[in-house]
């Protein structure tokens, strides 16, 4: 389906009902170019088992870290993006009816999307898969970068870092992004823990304060998905972080 350009308070979808951790196979043979993969990070291996050998897929998951070693061992896979976005938004019903299922999301905050690829290879389409994907999303209002392997692979941490720092907070507190307090001693906890995990990966204190700024700035009126599931009695995805 063509992408819509979003308007600026909410949108309104209406697709099949399904249980939101339950996913059915697709057909043998891809129907799509890029496949766009964004759930909770504890369901992203299973929806990856469903989609049809060689997919090439975009994903777009909180906690992409613990899973991008998994990931790139993956031989079912074509080609394999991924990204980050600190667009905030919150779901305002879901209700099914009869045979379809409408829900209503409006946007709580603009950020930037980043998408790069991951073990890419001279002549396997990777580029044009990415010009196609960038110039959809900017198409639709969503502002988006292509960035290199190094590039988006330093987006995921420090993704996951702001993450760390805004989320459980806001989420035990029960208050939104603009109150999230930082925490400089959370900060270098966090930084120790990416330093011995990925040391190719610099990311300064400097810089993961000023991105913690930057998105509780750009999101502060948003609820986020921590605080969300919290509500609404969901598994939360902190084992993930």
Same mark, same amino acid.
């Given at each position: 389906?063509?992408?819509?350009?979003?308007?600026?308070?909410?949108?309104?979808?209406?697709?099949?009902?399904?249980?939101?951790?339950?996913?059915?196979?697709?057909?043998?043979?891809?129907?799509?170019?890029?496949?766009?993969?964004?759930?909770?990070?504890?369901?992203?291996?299973?929806?990856?088992?469903?989609?049809?050998?060689?997919?090439?897929?975009?994903?777009?998951?909180?906690?992409?870290?613990?899973?991008?070693?998994?990931?790139?061992?993956?031989?079912?896979?074509?080609?394999?993006?991924?990204?980050?976005?600190?667009?905030?938004?919150?779901?305002?019903?879901?209700?099914?009816?009869?045979?379809?299922?409408?829900?209503?999301?409006?946007?709580?905050? %603009?950020?930037?999307?980043?998408?790069?690829?991951?073990? /890419?290879?001279?002549?396997?389409?990777?580029?044009?898969?990415?010009?196609?994907?960038? %110039?959809?999303?900017?198409?639709?209002?969503?502002?988006?970068?292509?960035?290199?392997?190094?590039?988006?692979?330093?987006?995921?941490?420090?993704?996951?870092?702001?993450?760390?720092?805004?989320?459980? /907070?806001?989420?035990?507190? /029960?208050?939104?992004? /603009?109150?999230?307090?930082?925490?400089?001693?959370?900060?270098?906890?966090?930084?120790?823990?990416? %330093?011995?995990?990925?040391?190719?990966?610099?990311?300064?204190?400097?810089?993961?304060?000023?991105?913690? %700024?930057?998105?509780?700035?750009?999101?502060?009126?948003?609820?986020?998905?921590?605080?969300?599931?919290?509500?609404?009695?969901?598994?939360?995805?902190?084992?993930?972080?």
């Amino acid at each position: 389906n063509p992408l819509l350009r979003p308007p600026s308070t909410s949108l309104s979808i209406t697709v099949p009902p399904s249980s939101p951790s339950t996913f059915t196979a697709l057909p043998s043979s891809p129907s799509s170019d890029v496949t766009l993969l964004s759930t909770k990070s504890y369901e992203a291996l299973d929806a990856l088992n469903s989609l049809p050998q060689r997919s090439n897929v975009l994903m777009l998951c909180n906690g992409l870290v613990p899973l991008i070693s998994e990931l790139r061992r993956c031989e079912r896979l074509g080609n394999l993006y991924v990204g980050t976005t600190s667009i905030g938004a919150r779901k305002l019903s879901d209700v099914k009816e009869g045979t379809v299922r409408k829900v209503t999301v409006a946007m709580n905050g %603009r950020g930037k999307t980043v998408i790069g690829q991951l073990g /890419g290879r001279p002549g396997d389409g990777g580029d044009e898969d990415l010009a196609f994907v960038s %110039r959809a999303l900017n198409d639709a209002g969503f502002e988006t970068d292509v960035v290199d392997e190094d590039e988006v692979t330093k987006a995921v941490w420090v993704k996951m870092l702001v993450n760390c720092l805004v989320n459980p /907070g806001c989420a035990v507190r /029960g208050v939104t992004n /603009g109150e999230a307090v930082l925490d400089p001693k959370l900060v270098e906890e966090c930084l120790q823990v990416q %330093r011995a995990v990925d040391p190719s990966v610099e990311i300064s204190f400097e810089e993961a304060s000023s991105h913690f %700024r930057a998105v509780v700035a750009a999101t502060s009126g948003n609820r986020n998905s921590m605080l969300q599931d919290l509500e609404a009695g969901r598994r939360t995805e902190i084992d993930f972080l």
